[in-house]
């Protein structure tokens, strides 16, 4: 069956980094475009970034561009996401999804403060 689990987050000072991962099982994993959400207590779930199957094309949430990278590894089947410069505002649980969200993995915390 299909399994997603992050890991990766943690507790960080502001201005810190962190990279989460996302292991994937159970389908043609290089064949789906897939997804990093957050959610913050009390907010919605926001997208933060997108990855083409290929990984050549990804689009990012205004909130984090120039600070994310969204990355994969067709071969481990893992997605990544590396944090640079963090805020206090990108308190959240980090989540991956499967290409139209029809598979979550559990979620890792990040929490970022001082």
């Known amino acids: 069956q299909v399994q997603l689990v992050e890991s990766g987050g943690g507790l960080v000072q502001p201005g810190g980094s962190l990279r989460l991962s996302c292991a994937a099982s159970?389908?043609?994993?290089?064949?789906?475009?897939m997804n990093w959400y957050r959610q913050a207590p009390g907010k919605e779930r926001e997208l933060v970034a997108r990855?083409?199957?290929?990984?050549?094309?990804?689009n990012y949430a205004d909130s984090v561009k120039g600070r994310f990278t969204m990355s994969r590894d067709n071969a481990k089947n893992t997605i990544y996401l590396q944090m640079n410069s963090l805020k206090p505002e990108d308190t959240a649980l980090y989540l991956c999804?499967?290409?139209?969200?029809?598979?979550w993995g559990q979620g890792t915390q990040v929490t970022v403060a001082s």
């Open positions: 999804s499967r290409s139209n969200n029809n598979y």
């Open positions: 159970g389908f043609t994993f290089s064949s789906y475009f």
């Open positions: 990855i083409t199957p290929s990984g050549t094309g990804i």
